[in-house]
């Protein structure tokens, strides 16, 4: 915009302004190439056949978490639901894994932190903004930095194994066995 | 015997004057008889001619009445009465040509005996000879002329033409004797030519003769008179030339009254006088010649003196000059500098015109920059809008996620009749990522757009500091104009006063140059005057001496 010894082209500026604006006012009336390839994108993405449900025997859906320093792989049979995690109170007296009291929903839930528990990490020590896992028949929650997604896992993985991306396969039982268990304890 | 001068001059100039009246008078007398013998002979020959012309004349008559008379004859035969006449006319004419002829053979016969000369008296006894046979021929032939004009008369033409024939032959001796007389007579005439040149060259002789004789009495009397007279005038000369010497004690002597001798003691007076003037002269020029050396010396000393007072002048009128011509200078350059000075005080005061023009500029500019930073912090507010309208996408994005995912969940809870449930929740993930890549994305631009508005109020900030620090430098530098106008100002009302006081002294030293140049002029005059004296002190000097010289040439 700017030629030598400092002198600006106001013209250059001014048309670019302005070819700003009506990229922007086009882009929100829906036209231009961003919203094209927007169609595009969405198009091919409903264009991808989907499995057929008849044909194979599906395939076991786990919820992938990420923690701290891993990712979880989290069977969705025993899940209740996800709910954003945006504070919680500590318990006195309970130690790692439990990181406190929190409130989901209408309900008081037990936070557990997900990697205190299964790869045994020490406690997140701040308040950080995450999601909680809540887990069918048990009225606690897991603790996660982030929820990514669901996904089908590989046929043969198994609880304990790390699937090629890195994520620990984790068995529900156990962990619900080890909380359990230190609630005994505790 | 002493005679003076005149009556010498008298005498000799009449003995010559009389010496040439008497040889005129012989002169006249020489011309008279040969004019008298021109017009004898003259008068003889042409009387002769007259002679021999009138018989040729009666010749021709004769025989033309002759022949006339036969023609008739012919042409009128019978009438006799032509013939008479003929014969009447023939006989006249004859007796004219035969008195013709007797005269000539008179007038022969006459000078034959008192001719000039004896070839012209021989010349004309041939003539009266001549005449004497041509009076015979002629009488014959016109008597056979009557006969014939008779035979006409009578008819007789055929006797007549033989008669004719006859005369013819007397006819042919006529006109042989007149071929005769015709040559003695040219004889006659060439021979009074031939007497008249030599009368004119013996006239001629004796005129010449009388003209010598006169010439040679007029020089021998010429020379006596002359020597009479130069031999005194060449002893006066040789006084003069001697007293011319400076001789001035040689003296003539004085003998007798003539005009000669009274010249001579007058020659003498004059010497005597010369020799005194001459004394008085001598001491004259010597007293002269000491003055003049006087002058001579005074004037050279003054020439002199004004010729270094002349130098003197050139050498002040030089330096006065290049003084002038520095004063000039220096004129021209103040008038420069001021001419200058006024342009830089046009200058400054446009300068503080256009400084006025950048403040107003500088704070249009600043009013701008205000303006800017207004419009900037309303678009850092909006920004900040826009970010919450990203948080509130987001949050619902995170919803949305978590709906999928609880939807996921519970789709995996309801087993075989989730499954279609399941794909649901697939998609509302998927809107999910998009809508968080979305707001990722304006996130990312919107806090591009934020450091691009800090930076922009950064440099706004900074433009606007510039612009305070520019206002401020502006007015820094209005006051210095303002201060370098005034100063300048005052070097032009000082520059003016120095061209004022320039030019009161270039016209005081142009008035001296002036002044000097009139004295310098006046010196030249007088330098020039005093070498015209000195020159002509000198020449008087010099001719002083020469008279003093010349006058003491004389031997008094």
């Not at chain 2, 013939?83 to 007038?107: I, K, N, P």
């Not at chain 2, 934020?450 to 510039?466: C, D, F, H, P």
């Not at chain 2, 006058?551 to 008094?556: H, T, W």
Request: aromatic residues 4%; proline residues 2%; hydrophobic residues 45%.
């Amino acid at each position: 915009m700017s030629g030598t010894a400092g002198r600006v082209r106001w013209d250059e500026v001014r048309r670019r302004a302005e070819s700003g604006v009506r990229a922007m006012e086009a882009a929100l009336r829906g036209e231009g190439p961003w919203f094209e390839r927007l169609l595009d994108d969405r198009t091919r993405e409903l264009a991808r056949p989907s499995p057929d449900p008849g044909q194979a025997a599906p395939r076991e859906a786990a919820l992938f978490c990420q923690g701290r320093s891993s990712c979880y792989a989290l069977s969705l049979a025993g899940l209740e639901r996800v709910e954003p995690l945006a504070c919680w109170s500590p318990v006195p007296g309970h130690g790692a894994p439990i990181l406190g009291l929190t409130l989901l929903g209408n309900s008081r839930r037990l936070l557990v932190d997900l990697d205190s528990l299964a790869a045994r990490l020490p406690l997140r020590e701040a308040l950080r903004p995450g999601h909680a896992v809540l887990l069918r028949g048990w009225d606690g929650a897991l603790a996660v930095d982030r929820a990514l997604g669901v996904a089908p896992l590989p046929a043969d993985a198994r609880p304990g194994d790390i699937l090629e991306d890195g994520c620990l396969v984790v068995s529900l039982q156990r962990l619900a066995a080890r909380i359990m268990g230190r609630e005994e304890e505790g | 015997m002493s005679m003076s001068i005149g009556w010498r001059l008298v005498l000799g100039f009449g003995l010559i004057v009389l010496l040439s009246l008497l040889l005129s008078m012989y002169q006249l007398h020489l011309f008279r008889d040969a004019m008298r013998y021109f017009e004898a002979v003259g008068t003889r020959d042409m009387q002769v001619h007259a002679y021999v012309t009138r018989i040729v004349q009666s010749r021709a008559a004769l025989r033309s009445i002759r022949e006339q008379a036969i023609t008739e004859a012919a042409l009128a035969a019978g009438r006799g009465r032509y013939a008479d006449q003929a014969a009447d006319r023939y006989r006249t004419e004859t007796e004219r040509a035969l008195a013709s002829v007797g005269q000539l053979e008179a007038h022969a016969r006459n000078w034959a005996q008192a001719g000039a000369s004896p070839e012209r008296r021989r010349l004309w006894g041939e003539l009266r000879q001549e005449a004497s046979d041509l009076g015979g021929i002629l009488r014959e032939v016109t008597h056979g002329g009557q006969r014939l004009v008779a035979l006409l008369g009578e008819n007789r033409l055929p006797d007549a033409l033989a008669m004719r024939e006859k005369l013819e032959a007397g006819q042919r001796l006529l006109d042989d004797e007149l071929v005769l007389i015709s040559r003695i007579t040219e004889k006659l005439t060439q021979s009074g030519r031939d007497d008249i040149a030599e009368n004119y060259q013996a006239a001629v002789r004796s005129a010449l003769l009388a003209i010598i004789g006169v010439i040679l009495l007029g020089a021998v009397a010429a020379f006596l008179i002359g020597r009479s007279i130069a031999g005194p005038l060449a002893q006066f000369g040789a006084f003069v030339m001697a007293v011319g010497a400076g001789d001035l004690t040689r003296r003539l002597p004085e003998r007798g009254g003539s005009e000669l001798q009274r010249f001579g003691g007058a020659l003498n007076d004059m010497a005597g006088a010369l020799g005194t003037i001459a004394g008085q002269t001598v001491g004259l020029a010597e007293a002269v010649n000491a003055a003049t050396a006087q002058i001579r010396a005074s004037s050279q000393e003054q020439a002199a003196a004004v010729a270094e007072q002349l130098s003197a002048i050139e050498e002040t009128t030089a330096t006065l000059s290049e003084i002038t011509q520095s004063g000039a200078q220096i004129t021209r350059r103040v008038q420069e500098v001021e001419h200058s000075a006024l342009a830089t005080v046009q200058a400054s005061d446009d300068g503080l015109r256009a400084v006025a023009a950048t403040v107003q500029s500088m704070d249009g500019i600043n009013d701008q920059v205000e303006t800017v930073a207004a419009t900037i912090v309303s678009l850092s507010e909006r920004t900040q809008t826009i970010g919450e309208i990203i948080l509130a996408v987001t949050t619902m994005a995170e919803r949305a996620h978590l709906l999928a995912l609880n939807a996921s969940i519970e789709a995996a809870a309801a087993g075989e009749h989730g499954r279609t449930f399941s794909v649901v929740a697939a998609e509302i993930k998927r809107f999910a990522e998009q809508a968080r890549d979305a707001t990722d994305q304006v996130r990312t631009n919107l806090g591009e757009i934020q450091q691009g508005i800090n930076a922009s109020v950064m440099l706004t900030e900074e433009a606007a500091k510039r612009v305070a620090a520019g206002r401020q430098q502006t007015g820094a530098s209005e006051r210095t104009i303002r201060n370098m106008a005034e100063n300048l100002q005052d070097s032009v009302q000082a520059f003016q006063q120095i061209v004022a006081a320039t030019n009161q002294h270039q016209i005081g030293l142009e008035q001296v140059m002036q002044a000097l140049d009139s004295i310098r002029q006046a010196a030249t005059q007088t330098a020039t005057a005093t070498r015209h004296l000195e020159h002509a002190s000198a020449d008087l000097n010099n001719r002083s001496e020469g008279l003093v010289a010349m006058a003491r040439k004389y031997r008094l």
